[in-house]
């Protein structure tokens, strides 16, 4: 029984190393499989060129950070709508809310047919306390009723996000309007 005890700190620090493997060995093969998956959808390319490399899944980040105001990172999501007017924003899911990006100096759009479709963004997220009309201002644009943008009442402080660019898989996307304009929706 002594025998055991001494031996117990080696045997313990075995079991940590084979299941850091196993555990390790499971990442990577996650990941193996995120890469094949992406490999054969089209990616298209919206503002500055970035790759797909070290992005983060958006609704794990946000729910592991509620204490960050701002930080620049590369996020991952499914997009859950975008501006039906220009393609200046879209939003993704990240969890019981959705996530804004608008566009660097509001330099580019995005298809506004990319509903559904896989995305990759990298920019800066922060966040902001929004107000009525913007919140109104966004719900239109998104082609909610009269009812639903006339039920926002107060402002919301929300993340939201920056990109600088942005990486949306799949096909059949519309071409974004070419030029934006000055004037911001």
């Known amino acids: 029984m002594i025998d055991l005890l001494k031996k117990a700190p080696c045997i313990l620090a075995a079991l940590v190393v084979i299941v850091s493997c196993e555990a390790t060995k499971n990442s990577h093969e996650n990941e193996t499989e995120i890469e094949e998956t992406f490999s054969t959808i089209k990616s298209n390319f919206f503002g500055e060129e970035i790759d797909r490399e070290n992005a983060t ?6 729910a592991d ?8 990172i590369k ?44 995305v990759i963004i990298e920019g800066v997220l922060h966040k902001k306390l929004v107000d009525v009309k913007m ?28 990109a600088s660019g ?20």
């Open 75 to 118: 996020l991952s999501g499914e997009i859950t709508s975008v501006c039906q007017m220009k393609g200046c924003w879209m939003t993704i899911n990240v969890g019981d809310e959705e996530l804004r990006i608008t566009f660097k100096d509001y330099g580019f759009f995005v298809p506004k047919n990319s509903n559904g479709n896989d």
């Open 135 to 162: 919140l109104k201002h966004y719900a239109a644009d998104a082609g909610k009723s009269e009812e639903e943008i006339e039920a926002i009442s107060e402002p919301k402080l929300q993340f939201v996000f920056e």
């Open 57 to 62: 899944d958006a609704m794990q980040f946000i």
């Open 65 to 72: 950070n509620q204490d960050k105001d701002s930080i620049n």
């Open 166 to 185: 942005v990486i949306i898989y799949g096909d059949d996307l519309e071409s974004p309007k070419a030029s934006p304009s000055n004037d911001q929706d």
